[in-house]
């Protein structure tokens, strides 16, 4: 019985402690906060050394470096080692920035007006034209310019403070075309020592047209005056969106131009931002476009990206543990939600996102909005008394303990012995043998015991134990049957119950 009462409670306590993580996981719709911190500034640009061969007057050897921007965008941490996903026009232009060194060398140098873009130009002086052109690639062996670049790409994450110079990183892969995913590694140090925090990607981009999302991302590098920008947006009819069209938005109340709203945006470094799902806060897919026409890719196409770089997407300690602190602060547990946010930042000590909802968990705990204070001081629901139980047990341990004693009493009595005569019955019946003729014993059976008791079906008389003690004066006479002991009267002649004649 204890044990199936244990069983019971254990099953109920198990039962509780599983509904209430499953009734407090549901996040609210609208959140960001899983995503923001694994946001970050992505900046590439061409570092292009040039060393020009002046053949005009004497020979010089005229050496100058740039640094060319590609692009500016944002991306997304995909696992803890820091591989990040952005657009591949962020990374990769299609401009020859080894043209635009040859037009600003030339300019520099010889002091002549050449526009400073990616265009072959033309001089005046035949002279000057001629080793111009033999400056501009492809390097040959008569090549007036030497030229060496190399792409710098770096990641500037979302911690505080800020990182002036970033996380350097090597481009592992690249798309097709400007909209494409490509992916990036850290070439050097990662923030935090189990790695940086990473963002969920959602198995697929919801079907339905008009369903609200976020966009998230940076349009300067993040620093005390920059924040993370998160803007509101409704997808439009289409697919999943693809890398080629892209899936557009549109709002369903038609009182917002989304496309040209969020156009801006990518022009400004949300090229690439993530775009975030309403209902759980997963990455659905990527911000692309610009100008008027903001677009979206879907997230299969960040996935095949990641695969074809070998890569694979997965969350770390960190997103372990500041998934469930904003679980609790969500939910208005403030109390509960401060020392997960304090073991997140322990974790990765620059986590701003961590840090704010601390600060908020901090000024609430405790409070009329904490939801966890509330439940402690609540008023005990009212319950059944407990004198009721009490006096059954009791009555049931006195029940108990009188059938043990029973039981025990029982057990110690000793079994009772088979009725005898009476003493004067059987002292008349041995004298009665005694006097009778002797005869030889019958044979006995082998094994037989000699000693036999005979109940008769007319019981004999009992004497009562307190009688009256007679002297032999006034006792009658008092005969018995010799043969078989039983009492006989005064007239008797016969015995009447084995019929042996008495003797007068």
């Known amino acids: 019985m204890a044990r199936l009462t244990a069983l019971a409670g254990g099953v109920a306590a198990t039962l509780v402690l599983l509904a209430l993580p499953a009734a407090a996981h549901e996040h609210p719709s609208g959140i960001t906060d899983l995503v923001t911190p694994a946001v970050v500034r992505v900046e590439a640009s061409s570092h292009v050394e040039i060393t020009l061969l002046d053949h005009v007057g004497e020979l010089l050897h005229v050496e100058r470096s740039y640094d060319i921007p590609i692009g500016v965008g944002t991306g997304i941490v995909v696992n803890p080692e820091g591989a990040v996903v952005t657009l591949t026009r962020v990374v990769k232009t299609d401009n020859d920035v080894a043209v635009y060194a ?17 265009k072959r130009h033309k001089l005046k002086d035949p002279l000057l034209q001629h080793h111009l052109k033999e ?25 505080s403070p800020a990182d002036p110079k970033g996380l350097k990183a090597d481009i592992v892969k690249v798309g097709a075309t400007p909209d494409s995913p490509a992916v990036l590694i850290p070439s050097g140090r990662v923030v935090g020592s189990v790695g940086m925090p990473t963002a969920p990607l959602a198995d697929k981009v919801p079907d339905q047209q008009g369903s609200p999302t976020n966009v998230a991302g940076f349009t300067d590098r993040p620093g005390v005056n920059v924040k993370e920008t998160v803007e509101i947006a409704h997808l439009g009819k289409g697919g999943g969106g693809g890398q080629d069209t892209g899936r557009q938005f549109s709002d369903p109340e038609k009182k917002v131009d989304e496309p040209a709203k969020l156009g801006a945006l990518t022009d400004r470094g949300l090229r690439g931002a993530p775009v975030i799902g309403d209902k759980d806060g997963h990455v659905i897919g990527m ?28 969350r770390g300690a960190i997103d372990a543990a500041f998934e469930a602190a904003l679980t609790r602060y969500h939910t208005k547990y403030y109390t509960e939600a401060a020392p997960g946010f304090q073991r997140v930042l322990e974790l990765y000590p620059g986590n701003v996102v961590a840090a704010n909802l601390l600060k908020t968990s901090l000024q609430k705990r405790g409070g009329p909005e904490d939801a966890g204070s509330k439940q402690a001081v609540a008023p005990a629901p009212r319950s059944m008394p407990l004198w009721p139980f009490i006096v059954a047990a009791a009555v049931l341990f006195v029940a108990a303990a009188a059938g043990a004693f029973l039981l025990w009493r029982r057990r110690r009595t000793p079994e009772e012995k088979p009725d ?18 002797t005869s030889p014993p019958l044979p006995l059976d082998e094994g037989a015991n000699q000693t036999v008791v005979v109940r008769r079906s007319q019981p004999f008389q009992v004497i009562p134990k307190q009688q009256q003690v007679l002297t032999e004066q006034d006792q009658p006479s008092v005969k018995y049957c010799t043969a078989c002991g039983m009492r006989l009267g005064a007239a008797h002649r016969f015995c009447g119950y084995c019929g042996h004649p008495i003797e007068t």
């Open 287 to 314: 911000l692309i476009g610009g100008g008027k026409d903001a677009r979206m890719i879907g997230v299969r196409e960040i996935v095949a990206a990641l695969a074809k770089a070998g890569v694979a997407p997965r």
């Open 135 to 159: 400056c501009y690639p492809p390097k040959t062996s008569v090549s007036t310019c030497i030229i060496n670049v190399t792409t710098n790409v770096t990641i500037f994450p979302n911690v």
């Open 102 to 118: 040859a037009n600003k060398i030339y300019a520099e140098h010889h002091k002549v007006k050449i526009p400073l873009d990616y």
């Open 420 to 437: 005898q005569p009476p003493p004067l019955v059987a002292a008349a019946a041995a004298a009665a043998v005694s006097s009778a003729p």
